[in-house]
């Protein structure tokens, strides 16, 4: 923190994070009307229901959810008064819908506590269903470690549909969608809430076969809970693959998908500008880095705001730690930086053989592309650069876009900027 103290911020005005539920968050954040516009028509168009929100990868998803949210609970814009999800649901493979309903309930009922503070605990309905979140947490753990509870139920829990999930002994998934929809009704009757939302993230890393499977096995608990917004935050194309897959699925769904797509440069600008003014605690503090650096990354990473964010922190802890008496980084000097901490991080990457750089740097060149270019990198088929492919978006030094049906790739920003021909 001191870094950005003596530059003249009581914060960094470049924090990757994303904006919370909050204030602050509300403040920092650029417009996205027309998809604000439409998420709003959407929670009033129905008591409850699933929405999906895509886009890139930290293009601003949670921001700008967490920001809906704080309009919801703020009522602003005859938005609902729905209790916020603080932090969201993390769902990972294999599927498992017991510790789905658990993650749910939990956070829930956290967020309910930080808004009621210690008139929580005088309600006794409530303290009942803490208990119960508690119990389940232990069963599950010792489920887990292949402990037996004395005295559990266990066993096997259908969850609409044909398959079958082991759950814990102890709570079963059914006692959890039933405390979620008690606690649904004493919000409602007790605390003047008209329901609650519920972030499901990192649809980004599940397969496509895990999503479906999750709207299989979760179908019920989405459709028939009420008043429960579920959002669904998920890479760009997963909704169209869910239309092919299942569209079973697809149709759950309230409306469309809300496609968040990289804010544009100018707003960018806006965002720094705006966090400049709010975060420094001297007039005449100056950006630490030039604007054309932040542009330089804004292109590289085809306006990923997080990365953008994150470079330029790196970038000026490290100039500020080596050179702590110095002033604003100059442009030279900063993306000299920039490169040497790219560099040190594909050094990382000690799994790479010769050729495997050789193809990579042929793709930082080469932009996007997709697996039928082949020939551009000297290879026989679109199999043996889908070999690479896989490997390089395992390592993260590759990102892959939908475009319609149609895949593409591009290299990840540290790639760009080590490759950069200046
Ligand atoms: N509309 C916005 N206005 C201002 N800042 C924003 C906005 N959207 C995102 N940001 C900033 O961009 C960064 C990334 O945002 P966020 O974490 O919301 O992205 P994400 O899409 O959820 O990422 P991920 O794919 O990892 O989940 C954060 O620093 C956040 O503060
Ligand atoms: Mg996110």
Redesign the pocket.
């Known amino acids: 923190m001191q870094i950005w103290e003596k530059m003249g911020f009581r914060d960094n005005p ?6 919370e539920v909050s204030e602050q ?1 509300s403040n ?5 009307d027309s998809e604000s516009k439409y998420f709003q028509t959407v929670l009033s168009s129905a008591s409850g229901g699933l929405v999906m929100v895509e ?13 809906q949210q704080y309009q919801s609970l703020k009522k602003k814009d005859d938005m609902p008064y729905l209790l916020p999800c603080f932090e ?1 649901v993390e769902i990972c493979e294999p599927i498992d819908t017991f510790q789905i309903l658990l993650s749910v309930l939990s956070h829930c009922f956290q967020a309910l506590e930080s808004i009621l503070k210690d008139e929580i605990k005088k309600d006794d309905r409530l303290n009942e269903i803490s208990r119960l979140i508690g119990q389940s947490i232990l069963s599950s753990l010792s489920w887990q470690a292949g402990v037996s509870i004395p005295g559990g139920a266990g066993g096997s829990v259908g969850l609409g549909s044909t398959k079958t999930q082991t759950v814990p002994a102890g709570v079963s998934a059914q006692i959890l969608i039933n405390a979620l929809d008690n606690m649904q009704k004493i919000i409602r009757e007790k605390y003047g809430f008209e329901g609650v939302y519920v972030l499901l ?2 649809l ?1 890393v599940i397969s496509d076969s895990g999503i479906v499977a999750l709207f299989d096995r979760m179908r019920d608990i989405f459709v028939k809970r009420k008043n429960f917004w579920w959002i669904l ?1 998920a ?1 760009k194309g997963i909704f169209s693959m869910m239309e092919r897959e299942s569209s079973r699925a697809s149709e759950m769904f309230n409306g469309e998908p809300i496609v ?1 797509a990289p ?1 544009p440069w100018p ?1 960018i600008e806006r ?1 720094i500008d ?2 400049i003014k709010y975060f420094r605690t001297r007039e005449d503090a100056e950006p630490p880095v030039p604007i054309e650096i932040v542009h330089l990354l804004y292109d590289i990473s085809k306006g ?3 990365y ?3 470079r330029i922190t790196d970038l000026v802890i490290n100039f500020k730690s080596k050179y702590p008496s110095t002033g604003a980084i100059n442009y030279d000097e900063a993306l000299l930086t920039l490169r040497q901490l790219a560099a040190e991080r594909l050094k990382e990457q000690r799994s790479l053989s010769k050729t495997d750089w050789v193809v990579l740097e042929k793709m930082a060149d080469a932009g996007e592309f997709r697996p039928k270019d082949f020939q551009w990198f000297g290879l026989k088929s679109a199999q043996s650069l889908n070999k690479y492919i896989q490997k390089f978006l395992e390592l993260n030094l590759l990102y892959r876009f939908e475009e319609g049906k149609a895949s593409i790739y591009r290299c990840a920003g540290d790639v760009k900027l080590y490759y950069q021909k200046k």
């Open positions: 470049y924090d990757k994070d994303s904006l968050g920092l954040f650029i417009d996205r886009g890139d990868v930290g293009v601003g998803k949670t921001s700008f959810i967490n920001i969201t993230n990192n980004n935050l890479r968040l804010l707003e965002a705006l966090r990923e705001i997080r953008i964010f994150k």
